[in-house]
C-alpha cells in the first residue's frame, strides 16, 4: 500500500480525542471537574480565563488511556438540544464511583446499569448540561 492509499490515521498516527465542551464559565467548570469528578486541572488560559483542559491520566498504561476534556467559554448562548454525550471507561468499580459522584452531589441521569453489550454504565449531567457516561466492562465491576 503506497504512502498516498494508507489510511490517514495510520499515516498521521492519530492516538486520541479531546472532546471541547462549551460552558459558561471555565474556571467554575475546571473546578467542577476537578472537585467533583476527581479530573485533574491541566491549564487554564486566557486574561480572563476562556479556555482550560482538564485530565486523567492512569499511573500506567495497563489501566487505560488518558483522558483530557478541554472546556471552552463561548459566552451565553441559547441551549442547544441533545446532541450526543461523551463515554468515559474506567477500569473497576463503576457502581463505586457512582456512589461518590452521588454523595457529591452530581445530577445522576441513569442509575448504575449493566447492559446486554457487557458493560455496566450510568450517566450523569454537568453543570452546563453535557451528558458524561461513565463505563466498565461486567467483568471489572
Do not use: N
Amino acid at each position: 500500500m503506497s504512502a498516498g492509499s494508507a489510511p490517514l490515521g495510520a499515516v498521521h498516527q492519530f492516538h486520541g480525542v479531546q472532546p471541547v465542551l462549551p460552558v459558561s464559565d471555565v474556571v467554575r467548570a475546571a473546578r467542577w471537574f476537578s472537585e467533583v469528578l476527581g479530573f485533574e486541572q491541566d491549564f487554564i488560559a486566557g486574561e480572563p480565563p476562556t479556555y482550560a483542559r482538564v485530565k486523567h491520566v492512569p499511573p500506567s498504561r495497563e489501566l487505560g488511556e488518558a483522558v483530557y476534556l478541554r472546556l471552552w467559554q463561548g459566552g451565553p448562548r441559547p441551549a442547544v438540544p441533545w446532541r450526543g454525550e461523551i463515554v468515559i471507561h474506567v477500569g473497576h468499580d463503576v457502581d463505586g464511583l457512582h456512589a461518590a459522584y452521588r454523595q457529591r452531589g452530581v445530577t445522576v441521569l441513569e442509575p448504575p446499569t449493566s447492559q446486554p453489550w457487557g458493560l455496566r454504565e450510568f450517566a450523569i449531567r454537568e453543570p452546563d448540561g453535557h451528558v458524561l457516561r461513565f463505563c466498565a466492562d461486567r467483568a471489572d465491576t
